[in-house]
């Protein structure tokens, strides 16, 4: 079956750096658009930024652009959110996803990771 599993999640302090990754099993992970989505307590999943199968195309939410970058490994199976100058604001759990278009919206991912944790202290 397929998984999809974060990891690199923990505790920061403002200004720090954190690089997420998901390593994707039972599918071809080239076939993909991967993008990464977080929610904080008491608010809705939110759009991070998505990378296109070839790795070739990417796109962030704007609160992220210049702080977060996304990449994709596809001989490994594996994306990852690097993130620098994090903020109180960015605390929250990130999932990754796989769909099969480049797309922001969580409704049309095919599949998800558990979620990992990133805290942010001020």
């Known amino acids: 079956q397929v998984q999809l599993v974060e990891s690199g999640g923990g505790l920061v302090q403002a200004g720090g750096s954190l690089t997420l990754s998901c390593a994707a099993s039972?599918?071809?992970?080239?076939?993909?658009?991967m993008g990464w989505f977080r929610q904080a307590p008491g608010k809705e999943r939110e759009f991070v930024a998505r990378?296109?199968?070839?790795?070739?195309?990417?796109d962030a939410q704007h609160s992220v652009k210049g702080r977060f970058t996304i990449s994709r490994d596809n001989a490994k199976n594996t994306v990852y959110l690097q993130m620098n100058s994090l903020k109180p604001e960015d605390t929250a759990v990130y999932y990754c996803?796989?769909?099969?278009?480049?797309?922001?919206?969580?409704?049309?991912?095919?599949?998800w990771g558990q979620g990992t944790q990133v805290t942010v202290s001020s």
């Open positions: 996803a796989a769909a099969v278009y480049f797309t922001i919206v969580p409704q049309q991912y095919n599949f």
């Open positions: 990378i296109s199968r070839s790795g070739t195309s990417t």
């Open positions: 039972g599918l071809t992970f080239s076939s993909y658009a």
